[in-house]
């Protein structure tokens, strides 16, 4: 395939050459002729440029910019235990940090959702990348310790960039690709999230080692991100909405939000897996926060670490907890992309089934690692290993769900209230609990180094049998599934849909 630039004619073209012009449609062969002139200044370039927008680019470059927004948000956790010293804050104090991204990011998602269905979804991208890379670095200059109110102000802010990135990217992924393509795409999409979130204790841990000051570790990702939102503006086209799927003219651009709302409140799959994504949520985000802090009190509890009380504190366990994600996650959503694949062979259910059948063993592992871990370090990394490997592997699965049951009209809103859904009653709240129940069992014994090690595990056994409770909901999406792939098809608003009859 050769590019034409507005008819000028291109090094290489010959009469054999498919031809894609500047505005990404394809004309017929290319035939020599008097039509053809010599390139003006500048549209060599803009043809090259545009010989780089390839779908795979685009797929590429925002699952970097996933990678990135996972980082930025658990940089934070790998420097948490600084964070607690230097401002001097409780376990529901550091997990307010949390609490305040996440309550943000979840009010942003349906409002997010809404533009994403309606306007430019690059540059609605573009712009929550610039936002949040921005007041991070930004945040890294607070050292007062009275303002901490203000770091947790500015995290609130953070959320909403970072929001608008969760709630469109996928729906652009899902306008480029079909079928196992797609699958193999969102899976790559969403290994970010393991991958950016492991590379994010890393990236706190290692800045904060090699500069002395935890400030120092919002400082990297920030500049990052602005790179990846200016690749994404470059690189990254807005597809027509449904244009992968072929059902264009058959669609409506645009359908009113309370008749998108309906929709996706009669579709059961949905709401099912929806909800089961509110307890992987639920889990991911305390463990996200809380883990790294329960494995340095076990090993003060056996006498191979002593107990920091000034920064900067000694972050081995965050290293090796993120380097851990890393790995469980890449397993994880490749393990997931090949079984689902092969279980498609056997019946077409195999989505919901594979997720449901992931968490139930993820629950098993994760109640291991509190058994164990008071003996033996090496034994909850582990647990920790097989657990999270299991529990990640859901994730690009449960996106493909939504786009096998809802339209490509509606999916940008789908993909934010169900982001809204999951944060609301997952890891918006899971930190803070997490600490507040931490906090009220060491009330009796405060000063007991035992008791807390064992009040931080008490309150972290809630996860195990949410994730159970979300292993059901996936069964209960698997009931539903194939009815409301079809529906997806139908000819009213009121039925999933907002195809034209």
């Known amino acids: 395939m050769c590019v ?70 658990y940089t934070v956790a790998g420097v948490l235990l600084d964070i607690q010293q230097h401002f001097k804050v409780s376990d529901s104090g550091a997990g307010l940090l949390q609490t305040v991204f996440i309550c943000s990011f979840m009010l942003a998602a349906p409002i997010f ?5 309606r306007f430019n979804r690059k540059i609605i991208l573009s712009c929550g990348i610039f936002l949040w890379s921005a007041v991070t670095l930004s945040s890294s200059f607070i050292s007062n310790e009275e303002h901490y109110w203000l770091f947790v102000l500015s995290r609130g802010l953070v959320g909403i960039g970072e929001s608008s990135y969760s709630s469109i990217s996928p729906t652009i992924i899902g306008d480029l690709f079909t079928n196992n393509s797609r699958t193999v795409m969102l899976s790559l999409f969403y290994l970010a999230i393991p991958l950016g979130s492991g590379l994010g204790y890393i990236l706190g841990s290692s800045a904060k080692e090699a500069a002395g000051d935890w400030h120092w570790a919002l400082r990297v990702s ?11 503006l470059l690189f990254v086209p807005d597809p027509k909405r449904g244009s992968a ?14 008749c998108d709302m309906r929709a996706l409140l009669k579709n059961r799959s949905y709401v099912f897996s929806s909800l089961a994504s509110a307890a992987v949520s639920f889990a991911t985000g305390a463990f996200g926060i809380w883990i790294p802090q329960y494995l340095v009190r076990a090993q003060v509890v056996q006498k191979t670490a002593v107990q920091c009380t000034v920064p900067p504190c000694n972050s081995q366990d965050s290293l090796i907890f993120g380097a851990i994600t890393c790995v469980t996650g890449l397993l994880g959503v490749v393990i997931g992309a ?6 498609r062979q056997k019946t077409e259910r195999a989505d919901p089934l594979v997720c449901a059948v992931s968490m139930l063993g993820s629950a098993i592992f994760i109640c291991l690692i509190f058994v164990v871990a008071k003996k033996s370090i090496v034994g909850a990394y582990v647990c920790i290993f097989i657990g999270e ?12 769900i939504l786009m096998y049951v809802v339209i490509p009209t509606r999916r940008a809103t789908a993909v934010a209230f169900q982001g809204f859904t999951s944060h609301l009653l ?23 180094v035992l008791w807390q090690f064992l009040s931080l595990g008490y309150a972290l056994m809630l996860c195990p049998f949410v ?26 608003c009121s039925d999933n849909t907002g195809v034209k009859p």
């Not at 200044?41 to 680019?57: E, N, T, V, W, Y």
């Not at 090949?338 to 279980?343: A, H, I, L, S």
């Open 222 to 232: 920030p500049i990052l991100g602005m790179t990846a939102g200016a690749l994404i």
């Open 467 to 492: 994730i159970v409770l979300g292993g059901m909901f996936f069964l209960a999406t698997a009931l539903f599934f194939l009815d409301d792939r079809e529906k997806k098809d139908g000819n009213n």
């Open 113 to 117: 959702g809404y533009l994403g269905d």
């Open 245 to 258: 799927d072929h059902m264009g003219p058959r669609i409506r651009t645009r359908t009113p939000w309370l």
């Open 4 to 73: 034409e630039s507005d008819g000028c004619e291109m090094e290489g073209c010959g009469a054999a050459d498919e031809v894609r012009t500047l505005s990404r449609s394809l004309t017929p062969t290319l035939k020599p002729g008097a039509d053809l002139r010599p390139c003006e200044p500048g549209a060599k370039f803009r043809a090259a440029l545009l010989r780089c927008r390839s779908p795979k680019a685009a797929a590429g470059i925002l699952s970097l910019g996933n990678v990135l927004n996972y980082m930025d948000r």
């Open 338 to 343: 090949v079984t689902t694949r092969m279980c």
């Open 426 to 448: 997952g890891d918006a709240g899971s930190p803070y609990l997490i600490g507040l129940i931490s906090d009220a069992l060491q009330q009796s014994y405060a000063t007991s």
């Open 389 to 400: 490997t299991l529990l990640f592997l859901n994730w690009a699965i449960t996106a493909d």
